[in-house]
């Protein structure tokens, strides 16, 4: 079982880019489909990218379509969320998880968990 760890938040102004990181340890990344969540204090879990396990396709909230990317790199056991264009409504503490499916949205779909990064956007 992979164990995930984020990277690569801030604070940032809005406008702003940043780049998050999720580095797995264990020889199974490959298998596993990756996701991106974001959540803020009292509030839902929220979806916000996916991607399949060789990295072939990708989904997006609509809310940052257009503006995030993710993408990973099996060699290095790694994949990233490039966030462009950043808006203080994102500003959350983002997740990345493993799962079976990159089209699933919801949080309990997921089964393996990093310890979260906080992006803060100010205006």
């Known amino acids: 079982q992979v164990q995930l760890v984020e990277s690569g938040g801030g604070l940032v102004q809005a406008g702003g880019s940043l780049r998050l990181s999720c580095a797995a340890s264990?020889?199974?990344?490959?298998?596993?489909?990756m996701a991106w969540f974001r959540q803020n204090p009292g509030k839902a879990r929220e979806f916000v990218a996916s991607i399949t396990q060789s990295g072939d396709n990708t989904d997006y909230a609509d809310t940052v379509k257009g503006r995030f990317t993710t993408s990973r790199d099996n060699a290095k056991n790694t994949v990233y969320l490039q966030m462009n264009s950043l808006q203080p409504e994102d500003t959350a503490e983002y997740y990345c998880?493993?799962?079976?499916?990159?089209?699933?949205?919801?949080?309990?779909?997921?089964?393996?968990w990093g310890q979260g990064t906080q992006v803060t956007v100010s205006s």
């Open positions: 264990g020889r199974t990344f490959r298998a596993y489909a």
């Open positions: 998880a493993a799962g079976s499916t990159y089209s699933y949205t919801r949080s309990n779909e997921y089964y393996i």
